[in-house]
């Protein structure tokens, strides 16, 4: 069973350029959630989607933005890039059903931005 | 809004020593507790979470945690630790609210673990 896959793995990009970042969640999982995630902190909220509907948005600028497809795939895009966008973008898929027990976070390998 | 605190910015410690790495969080309600591990150039996986239930919760590789909630804690324990636990740890805090709130990490605690 393939786990959450996110491309492409590295990208580097010049400032004020715009990027999307792809997502595909496990296999029956509908919700998927994108973090930021800068050198020596914690990863950071950006947004979480469920059926395809947005269902949080963390503290970031309007520059951020997100949708999911159907198949409930996902992309993060990010216009106007800044210097201060370099980090690593981690998603997440996790189970919406069954006993909240079960209800975890499983998280892909990420994608490394850095913008020069 | 929540919080979470990891007071130890990086630990270091030789193979067999035990390990204990703490998180406090700061929310007033019910919340679900998780640890998670980066090993080196590896993606996060989870190591244990609680969600209700018996406060001391077993994880994967040895790792247990302890959700004291007079003292909004949980803390990470191992008693022997190997190298290959050298890793960034975190600590996350949700809540079981409106079908789960995104994660709120804490800044991380990276292990050097030292033969």
């Known amino acids: 069973d393939a786990g959450v896959t996110q491309s492409p793995t590295h990208l580097i990009k010049t400032r004020g350029q715009h990027v999307t970042l792809r997502c595909s969640p496990i296999s029956g999982h509908k919700s998927v959630s994108w973090y930021q995630q800068v050198l020596g902190q914690g990863p950071q909220f950006i947004f979480q989607y469920y059926e395809k509907e947005e269902r949080g948005r963390g503290n970031f600028p309007d520059r951020f933005s997100a949708r999911q497809f159907p198949n409930y795939s996902s992309e993060l895009n990010v216009n106007a890039l800044l210097l201060g966008d370099s980090a690593l973008y981690l998603c997440?898929?996790?189970?919406?059903?069954?006993?909240?027990?079960?209800?975890?976070?499983?998280f892909g390998s990420g994608t490394r931005l850095t913008v020069v | 809004a929540q919080s979470v605190s990891q007071h130890n910015h990086h630990v270091i410690l030789s193979e067999a020593a035990s390990l204990e790495l703490g998180c406090n969080y700061s929310?007033?309600?019910?919340?679900?507790l998780f640890w998670y591990v980066q090993y080196p150039g590896q993606h996060l996986q989870l190591l244990l979470k609680?969600?209700?239930?018996?406060?001391l919760v077993k994880g994967i590789k040895g790792f247990e945690a302890e959700f004291i909630k007079s003292k909004f804690s949980f803390n990470l324990r191992k008693p022997s630790v190997q190298w290959s636990d050298t890793a960034e740890y975190f600590c996350a805090v949700n809540t079981p609210y409106s079908g789960n709130t995104p994660l709120v990490f804490g800044k991380g605690t990276r292990l050097s673990v030292i033969a």
């Open positions: 997440a898929s996790r189970v919406d059903r069954g006993p909240p027990a079960n209800y975890g976070y499983t």
């Open positions: 929310y007033g309600g019910t919340v679900n």
């Open positions: 609680y969600f209700s239930g018996d406060p």
